[in-house]
């Protein structure tokens, strides 16, 4: 009894200090230990209680970490969304960068870029009217910001008159403090990046003041009216109004150019005054900027080219097998602990059997490994020469954890055989269901908070959960016998699954697990559904099939998609599984926002490729001007516009008997004033 009081005061005493630097780092933005104390005391505490799961009725560590946002500022809607940068790590994912762009734009030549570093500081966007500062908000998540003006005014760099060239103007960049300003501040905050933000979000001014902020321009939202050409200009006029600029922003024009500019950058970081963390690539012409526009979540016209990461050595002790919610099978390396980037971590993912083998990675290997933007670090290389007898090759398994074969699939487009090996079972494999059903709860999809991975882990233990739709009707009076659930967790849960019973269809799509059919696709299927009515009608294999044929013609879906569709819904357990999720549900419509032009209310079909542009951008610019875009030929079709390229001869066909208004590429343009 003695030893149980001792655990439960050292536990109590360490939620303390938890409790303590939780709120330093969240509410006043003012860590008191580094990140690696932080995180090592987090696990620590999660050790403590696996070994005593009686402590969680005393206190549930994982109702603490983290914390709400503050409450501190007023929320302010951006003018422009502040979107997040996609991130490219290696040459590939530049050129892929490179394609995505010519293939949208329907061009050739090489592209004009503008290379920018990337200053690792705190976002913010500052409003000029009529030339005078009028307000400014931190970045937020992305659509509301925190007015944080008068913080923001105290920053001399920044001009609080510009000329009054434009009537209005947002001005975006990065709020930084240098590395020599930080070494009177280290004490107090954890990293210059903790620095800043903290001291942007003091709530009185006067204490901002004391902080020596920097601010780098980069970018602008909001203008009325336009009066730039291109990226340069714009960087070099806002230099002219008084905005510090990098001195290191240029032009460049080859993937030669961008990887010498990458690694010229990467090896002065460490010399810079301020922290960088890559390249910030922009396609030059703001014209072409416009044209490429946005996804949900990043810019076309922009990627974060990123520096390679921290590296560690450590040591191999197993390598495990592990099934995603597509069903693929990845080995992961179970290693020594060790810190990376001030994280600690004990695993490192081996991406495939190709990996390994190319690798040479055995077990009881001494390794090198690297966060590079992954949420699990990967392996880069092995120390052969510290190789023992006691490393041992890796027998990669052709099964499944489930214990049913494994296959490799063979690319559609490519006709390359895909390196990961694939459990195709869907929900009849245990672990490939376990997977779908925490991607189904995450924040992207139903976003029930509360319902974290590990607590989906626990509920399936306990056969609370089986299915998606169980989740929409657990048991809560088994759920109360649990440790660490009390009546407020309970009702919290309760009422987020309640509230996430209402769903839009584009959401429920994404959120169900379709492989190759992420964010984007899933709202391109909405769309064409429109309806979960309709949506449902690929359980029917008769209906399927026709529904397939119409989803050809659809921006951004390919045969691997379409293939992808219609093998999830060929899979009996499947259909099952997702017809008794939707009896769960309420689905609403799914209702693209259609905007007035020259085109509104008129519904437009697209087949074939056109010479000037990509049907990706004549869809866009259709939709801009007001245009629904239908994915099948009827009569509420007005135009169907014909390409050059490889047109479907039978949808002009059908179009004809239907005596549809039918357009080619030059009578397009015509209608566009183009």
Not at 36 to 48: G, M, N, R, S, V
Not at 129 to 143: A, E, F, P, Q, V
Not at 355 to 376: F, H, L
Not at 396 to 409: D, I, M, R, S, V
Request: charged letters at 30%.
């Amino acid at each position: 009894m003695t030893e149980k009081k001792n655990i439960k005061k050292l536990y109590l005493e360490k939620i303390q200090n938890l409790i303590k630097f939780n709120k330093a780092y969240f509410e006043k933005d003012n860590p008191i230990v580094t990140d690696e104390k932080f995180d090592e005391l987090k696990k620590e505490l999660f050790e403590i209680v696996k070994k005593n799961p009686f402590l969680k009725k005393i206190k549930n560590i994982e109702e603490i970490v983290g914390s709400s946002p503050s409450n501190k500022f007023k929320k302010v809607k951006h003018s422009k969304p502040m979107l997040s940068l996609s991130n490219a790590f290696n040459k590939e994912d530049i050129l892929d960068f490179e394609k995505k762009i010519k293939n949208y734009l329907n061009i050739n030549s090489n592209l004009e870029l503008s290379a920018e570093p990337k200053i690792d500081g705190i976002s913010a966007s500052i409003r000029y009217i009529d030339g005078k500062m009028t307000y400014g908000l931190s970045r937020g998540d992305g659509t509301f910001g925190e007015d944080i003006t008068e913080n923001l005014s105290t920053i001399g760099e920044i001009p609080k008159k510009i000329p009054n060239t434009t009537k209005i103007i947002d001005v975006r960049g990065e709020v930084y403090i240098s590395k020599k300003d930080f070494k009177n501040l280290k004490d107090k905050f954890a990293n210059p990046r903790n620095a800043a933000g903290g001291s942007l979000r003091q709530k009185n001014s006067k204490e901002t003041k004391k902080i020596p902020l920097k601010f780098f321009a980069y970018g602008i939202g909001d203008i009325e009216p336009n009066i730039f050409n291109d990226q340069t200009e714009l960087l070099l006029t806002l230099k002219k109004w008084g905005f510090p600029i990098n001195q290191y922003c240029k032009k460049v024009k080859s993937i030669q150019e961008i990887e010498k500019t990458h690694s010229e950058l990467e090896s002065i970081r460490s010399n810079l005054n301020y922290d960088v963390d890559g390249i910030v690539y922009k396609v030059n012409n703001l014209k072409l900027q416009n044209r490429l526009g946005t996804t949900s979540n990043s810019p076309r016209w922009a990627i974060a080219y990123k520096f390679s990461s921290v590296k560690a050595i450590s040591k191999i002790n197993e390598i495990v097998i592990q099934v995603g919610r597509t069903g693929a099978i990845t080995p992961v390396a179970k290693i020594d602990p060790v810190t990376v980037g001030g994280v600690v971590v004990s695993n490192a993912t081996l991406h495939n059997e190709d990996e390994i083998s190319r690798k040479d990675i055995r077990v009881n290997d001494t390794i090198v490994i690297q966060r590079a933007g992954d949420v699990i670090p990967q392996v880069l290389s092995v120390d052969k020469t510290k190789r023992s007898l006691k490393s041992k090759k890796f027998i990669f398994p052709n099964k499944c954890l489930c214990g049913y074969e494994t296959k490799k699939e063979t690319s559609i487009t490519t006709k390359k055989v895909d390196a990961v090996r694939r459990c195709i079972r869907g929900y009849e494999c245990n672990f490939t269901a376990k997977e779908r059903l925490k991607h189904l709860v995450s924040k992207d999809a139903f976003d029930i908070e509360g319902l974290g991975k590990k607590v989906v882990d626990n509920f399936l233990k306990l056969n609370l959960i089986k299915t998606p739709a169980d989740i929409f009707n657990l048991d809560y009076k088994k759920i109360e016998k649990l440790d660490g659930w009390g009546d407020v967790s309970i009702r919290n849960l309760k009422n987020a699954i309640n509230n996430s019973k209402n769903i839009v269809l584009d959401k429920f799509i994404f959120s169900i697990g379709i492989r190759h059919i992420g964010q984007e696709n899933a709202k391109t299927l909405a769309n064409f559904f429109k309806k979960s009515k309709k949506f449902s009608e690929l359980f029917n294999s008769t209906k399927r099939k026709e529904i397939l044929k119409n989803l050809d013609d659809l921006d951004g879906i390919g045969e691997t998609q379409i293939k992808s569709v219609e093998d999830f819904f060929s899979n009996k357990k499947n259909s099952e599984i997702i017809q008794n999720l939707i009896n769960s549900l309420t689905i609403k419509d799914y209702e693209k926002k259609i905007k007035s032009g020259k085109l509104s209310n008129k519904n437009i079909m697209f087949t074939g490729g056109f010479k000037k542009m990509s049907r990706s951008e004549a869809k866009t610019i259709a939709e801009e001007n007001g245009a629904k875009i239908l994915g099948t030929v009827t009569k509420k079709l007005d135009y169907l516009v014909i390409g050059n390229s490889k047109p479907t001869k039978k949808k002009i066909q059908i179009a004809k008997d239907l005596k549809i208004n039918l357009l080619t590429e030059e009578k397009w343009y015509d209608l566009l004033d183009r």
